[in-house]
């Protein structure tokens, strides 16, 4: 079993429609990583966070320590949202980064 | 400008062939990493050096050797290539390397190597 766990899978939303990402992890971590890879490869990281809630734009992480469960939400998402969304944890010594799975994310218009 | 960049972007080589990927950080970061993307999608750590020292050796194949000249630069050389390392290979880079001070990963684009 993955030690970071992503649902769903797969996620087909409505262009306005409210849309969540969940991620859980099994071990203990120094922070929690939210990371966008588009259809052209590329990955980008959108949010860093070891306690509470981030908030960019339309996007807002939020993460609870206790329950180890982490979630992407994006309000009103448009269809150039549309891509892999992947959560990752670094845990132990080092930075090294543990990846999910990925959600892939379509917004139709 | 380019905060992390690796060339070649693609590359196409015959299995036992030997090539080279070249990673460049341009963000005066002192810890580069190799991570690799297999054909699911799924990401996992290769390598990690942290001012030209390695510091993260995963369980990878001797095939697969990394080198740091400086702290700039961290390039993977894989010898007798397999149809199995066909893969996009991803370099990032961060301030720190210690989890005591988590940070940013910043991502090159990626090279995706096809083996034949």
Sequence with gaps: ?109 | DTAVSQTPKYLVTQMGNDKSIKCEQNLGHDTMYWYKQDSKKFLKIMFSYNNKELIINETVPNRFSPKSPDKAHLNLHINSLELGDSAVYFCASSRYWTSGDSDTQYFGPGTRLTVL
């Design chain 1, 1 to 109: 079993k993955n030690e970071v766990e992503q649902s769903p899978q797969n996620l087909t939303a409505q262009e306005g429609e409210f849309i969540t990402i969940n991620c859980s992890y099994s071990v203990g971590i120094s922070a929690l990583h939210w990371l966008q890879q588009h259809p052209g490869g590329g990955i980008v990281s959108l949010f860093m966070l070891s306690s509470g809630k981030k908030k960019h734009g339309r996007l807002i992480a939020t993460i609870n320590i206790q329950e180890k469960h982490s979630s992407l939400h994006i309000t009103a998402p448009h269809p150039r949202d549309s891509a892999v969304y992947i959560c990752a944890v670094t845990a132990g010594a080092t930075n090294k980064l543990i990846f999910g799975t990925g959600t892939l994310l379509a917004v139709q218009p």
